[in-house]
C-alpha cells in the first residue's frame, strides 16, 4: 500500500527539494528519498502538504476530477460580514476563472503557534478568522477571493486535505501514514499524464505507418467514502477545534 507523509510546512519554506538561495526548502524536513508533494503550498502560507513517493496516489490527490476539499484557516484584515461570506461560498470572477461554490464561516482566533516573522497589523483596522473550503488549487486563489470581497488576507493556514487534518502537527513536524487506496476497475481508470504522453507517442508512430488508433478514456473512481452524487460522504468543514499552543 502507498505510503502518504502529512507535513506541517512552515512559514517561508518553499515547496521544492532543490537548494534555494534564499528559503528553505522541503528537503530541510523530508528525509525520506523518492517522495514528492501532490500539491503545492505558497512559500508565504503555512500547514498542511502531503508528499508521496506513490504516482497514482499522487495523481488522485492532485487532479481536478477528484474535487478533494481543501480548508483554511485564513486570517483576514477587516470584520467579514454576512454579505462577504455569501460571495465568498457563492463564486467570484477573479479575471482568468471564476471560483466554485465555497464554504466560508467565521471562526474565533485560533489558539495556534506564533508565526515567524508576524503579520503586520494596524491599530486602526481589526483583524478576524474565517475557515474557508475550497474544490480548487489555483494558484493564490484564497488571497485572490478575500482581497475580492475587501478582506485582505493576512495569514493563511491549510489545516485539511479531503480526510487529512493538520491535527497535532506543530511547524516541521510530519506523520507518515500508509493509505489503503482500493484499486480502480478498468473501465474507471483515467490516464495519469504519463500514459497520456506515451498514448500520445504511439499515435504519432501509429499515423507514421498510415495506421489509426483509438482509445478510450474512462471516469476516474474517486478515493475515501463517498456518496452517489461523488462527495465525500465526511463533511469537508466540520466543526474546527482549538488547538494548545506550542511550549
Known amino acids: 500500500m502507498p505510503a502518504l507523509i502529512l507535513l506541517n510546512k512552515p512559514y517561508g519554506v518553499i515547496c521544492q ?44 490527490i492532485t487532479d481536478p476530477e477528484n474535487k478533494l476539499p481543501k480548508t483554511y484557516w485564513v486570517q483576514v484584515e477587516g470584520i467579514p460580514t454576512d454579505a462577504q461570506l455569501q460571495q465568498l461560498e457563492n463564486g ?42 475550497i474544490h480548487e488549487g489555483k494558484n493564490r486563489q484564497v488571497r485572490r477571493m478575500t482581497a475580492k470581497v475587501g478582506l485582505p488576507t493576512l495569514r493563511l493556514i491549510r489545516i485539511q486535505i479531503g480526510d487529512w487534518r493538520l491535527d497535532g502537527l506543530l511547524p516541521g513536524d510530519q506523520r507518515a501514514l500508509i493509505v489503503d487506496m482500493p484499486p480502480q476497475s478498468a473501465t474507471a481508470r483515467k490516464k495519469t499524464p504519463t500514459q497520456i504522453n506515451k498514448g500520445k507517442k504511439n499515435d504519432l508512430e501509429t499515423k507514421r505507418h498510415g495506421g489509426s488508433s483509438h482509445r478510450k478514456t474512462g471516469q476516474v473512481s474517486t478515493s475515501g467514502r463517498r456518496d452517489s452524487s461523488g462527495h465525500s460522504s465526511q463533511p469537508a468543514s466540520r466543526p474546527l477545534g482549538r488547538r494548545r499552543k506550542a511550549d
Open 17 to 60: 527539494f532543490s537548494p534555494h538561495p534564499k528559503h528553505q526548502t522541503l528537503a530541510d524536513y523530508i528525509k525520506v528519498p523518492d517522495v514528492y508533494a501532490a500539491g503545492r503550498l505558497d512559500t508565504d502560507s503555512e500547514g498542511l502538504l502531503l508528499l508521496t513517493d506513490n504516482g497514482p496516489l499522487n495523481h488522485r
Open 92 to 133: 467570484l470572477d477573479l479575471g482568468d476563472f471564476v471560483t466554485k461554490p465555497a464554504t466560508a464561516i467565521r471562526i474565533e482566533p485560533p489558539a495556534i503557534w506564533d508565526r515567524n516573522p508576524p503579520i503586520r497589523e494596524r491599530k486602526s483596522v481589526p483583524d478576524s478568522w474565517i475557515a474557508l473550503t
